[in-house]
């Protein structure tokens, strides 16, 4: 009698379990175990569920994952949004407020752990096509200083601010998983890449170059140099077809979304 009485309590906790209750559940199996280690059964037995209940939930490991990225991006998001908008020059705001965003992220431990060790495929695609609440939030963060800038005649006339945010979002994930590249190669990164894809060409478009700070010289500067000048243009070559034109992004969200 006493077990019965035990599993219908348990199917009743069960029936009010939520996703952030699941989150919550998870968040604590990532710290102990890492996130490439942590299974749904793991999850299920912290959170005190079944691995039905959890399957019912979270169709499968990705989806959780997913819905974890998300959740950390758009409270990323919010630490961000006042320095994004207090960027009054245009060229500023997308090679300053791109290295900003992408500190913020590095910062968050569970959220490069997941980009790190988690080999599931899902997770590069979350970060470059993200999903609509994603989209929303960010667009949302970065559409004034874009305003501002079509108010002064300076960013492209042909792309809504949407696809605009889209295409940085898309080069700051790029950059966010470069772990490789300092403060300077990634203003030189953004400056050469992201600045002339948003900004328009000609006359005014693009005002003066923002000063990158040269790298010191030592005994060994020379080679270093030179392998940075070869990786830059490797880079460059490497996407030289990824402009705003060609750039293939979902208009209507995927029913997964």
Same mark, same amino acid.
């Given at each position: ?53 959890? =399957? ?30 207090? =960027?009054?020059?245009?060229?500023? &705001? ?13 910062? #968050? ?63 700051? &994930? ?7 590249? #300092? ?8 400056? #050469? ?9 000609? #006359? ?54």
């Amino acid at each position: 009698m006493t077990r019965k009485l035990d599993t219908l309590a348990k199917r009743a906790g069960t029936s009010r379990t939520s996703k952030q209750e699941i989150v919550e559940s998870a968040l604590k199996c990532f710290e102990k175990f890492g996130p490439h280690r942590t299974s749904m059964t793991d999850i299920a037995e912290e959170a005190g569920i079944s691995r039905k209940t959890l =399957y019912r939930i979270f169709e499968d490991r990705p989806a959780l994952i997913e819905h974890i990225l998300n959740l950390r991006l758009i409270k990323m998001g919010s630490k961000i949004r006042k320095k994004i908008e207090s =960027y009054e020059d245009l060229q500023e &705001a997308l090679i300053e407020g791109s290295i900003v965003s992408i500190a913020v992220a590095r910062e #968050d431990k569970i959220f490069n752990e997941i980009l790190q060790k988690d080999t599931n495929h899902s997770v590069e695609q979350f970060l470059f096509q993200s999903n609509e609440q994603t989209r929303f939030e960010v667009t949302d963060i970065w559409s004034p200083v874009i305003d501002r800038g079509r108010a002064k005649g300076l960013v492209r006339e042909d792309i809504p601010n949407v696809r605009l945010v889209e295409f940085i979002s898309s080069v700051q &994930a790029l950059l966010l998983m470069r772990d490789d590249y #300092d403060e300077i190669e990634q203003r030189t990164f953004l400056s #050469d890449l992201l600045v002339p894809a948003i900004m328009r060409s000609g #006359d005014k478009a693009f005002p003066r170059q923002l000063d990158i700070p040269p790298i010191k010289k030592d005994t060994d500067q020379s080679g270093e140099l030179k392998r940075l000048q070869k990786e830059n243009e490797r880079l460059r070559k490497a996407v030289s077809d990824l402009t705003l034109d060609k750039l293939i992004l979902a208009e209507v969200p995927s029913e997964n979304e």
